[in-house]
Every structure is written in C-alpha cells, then in structure tokens.
C-alpha cells in the first residue's frame, strides 16, 4: 500500500505564476512532512518541512499547507521561476524513522 | 563539509558481474540510508543502518543485494550477480539525530549503475 500519494505527475507553469503540488497520507502517526527539491543529475536536497502541529509554514517562496483531518499537504511556489525547475518529493516519517516518499512531480516553469 | 559522497558516479557492467557501490556519509551523522531512483518505481528505500547497526532492509529486492557499514564512515551496497532490471540511479544518503533540522537526510550525488 501505498503510505504516500502525490499529484500531479507533471506541471507546467508560467514564469510568474504559483505552482501547487498535493500529497495526502494514510499513517495518522506520520508526524514530519518535508519536501524535497531534485535537479537533473543531483540528489534531492531538503527544501522545507513541516510538523503536524501547525496549518503552515512559508519559507520565502515556498509554502506548505497542512491539513491534518484531511490527511493532507501541499507546496505553493509563489512567482514561479525557470530556475524553479525540477522535480519535487513529499514525504511523511513518524518519529526518526525512515520517509515514505511520494512519487515525485516533474515542474516546468517556462519562461 | 564536503558533503555525502558517493562513489563511482557511473557504472557499466555486464550481466552476471558484481557491482560495489560505495558512501562516505556526512562526518558524525549516525543514519545511514540506501535508496534507489528509477522512472517506473521512483524513490525507494533499499536499507538503512543507526550507529552502523542495519534497522531495516524490507526494501532490499532479493538476495542479491547486500550492504554492510563497517564503520561509522564508510557503507557498501553490493549486487550480485547484477541483473539488466537493476539498472537505475543508487543514492545515500545520511541524517543527525538531534541535528538542526530535525529528521533532515543529506543525500550524495547517487551512483548511476547500467547494467548490460
């Protein structure tokens, strides 16, 4: 079963404009979200993260929304840029513990 | 810091050989994960040790995959023998307990292995 599901598999985005991905989680005792941030031929790298214990956080351009009845997250780039590029993972832990990750999505801010 | 590193960044092998990967994670981490890229299956966890101890290798695919952490800087992932379907992009990556960011994993620039 799948602990992790992501959409879309793939975005196309204006230069300018906001980019929303979604995840929704089945494991209530999941309690840390983070989102990472792969470009082509480099490992993925943390871009923000979030605890249940609150509805959101903004770092810069970058935005997590978290619904927790839901069971579900989202990351909103404001102002979207070509260098904003690349793919993005969810991902949801309980404790220390290993990450279940999304399956990615593939963004495109075109110019 | 430099950073995990991973070592060959590509690999070309042949059906039946085995294959050594190799990760030198981030100095006085004590997590240690083992994941591998491919299009159709995406990230997945292979393995991943606490204190150079393994805690969870459910991920690892069959028997032909093993890894080992003999220290706390040096892991090993080893296919053998390596099969076409193995193919795909390795990575490691390593995590603090108690670090700055919690539950952060640095991930290394991955092993790209093709397997022929």
């Known amino acids: 079963q799948q602990q992790v599901k992501q959409s879309p598999q793939s975005l196309i985005v204006q230069k300018g404009g906001i980019s929303i991905i979604n995840c929704a989680y089945e494991n209530t005792a999941f309690d840390y979200f983070p989102w990472y941030q792969q470009f082509p031929g480099k490992g993925p790298a943390l871009l923000i993260a979030?605890?249940?214990?609150?509805s959101e956080k903004k770092e810069g351009r970058f935005t997590i929304s978290f619904n927790k009845s839901a069971k579900q997250f989202s990351l909103h780039i404001m102002d979207s840029q070509p260098g904003d590029s690349a793919t993005y993972f969810c991902a949801a832990s309980k404790g220390f513990n290993k990450f279940y990750f999304g399956s990615g999505t593939k963004l495109n801010v075109k110019p | 810091d430099a950073g995990v590193i991973q070592s060959p960044r590509h690999e070309v092998t042949e059906m039946g050989q085995e294959v050594t990967l190799r990760c030198k994670p981030i100095?006085?981490?004590?997590?240690l994960f083992w994941y591998r890229q491919t299009m159709m299956r995406g990230l997945e966890l292979l393995i991943y040790f606490n204190n150079n101890v393994p805690i969870d290798d459910s991920g690892m695919p069959e028997d032909r995959f093993s890894a080992k952490m003999p220290n706390a800087s040096f892991s090993t992932l080893k296919i053998q023998p390596s099969e076409p379907r193995d193919s795909a992009v390795y990575f490691c990556?390593?995590?603090?307990?108690?670090?700055?960011?919690?539950?952060?994993?640095?991930f290394g620039p991955g092993t790209r292995l093709t397997v022929l």
């Open positions: 979030i605890r249940p214990d609150v």
């Open positions: 990556a390593s995590s603090l307990r108690g670090g700055l960011a919690f539950n952060e994993q640095f």
């Open positions: 100095s006085g981490h004590d997590y």
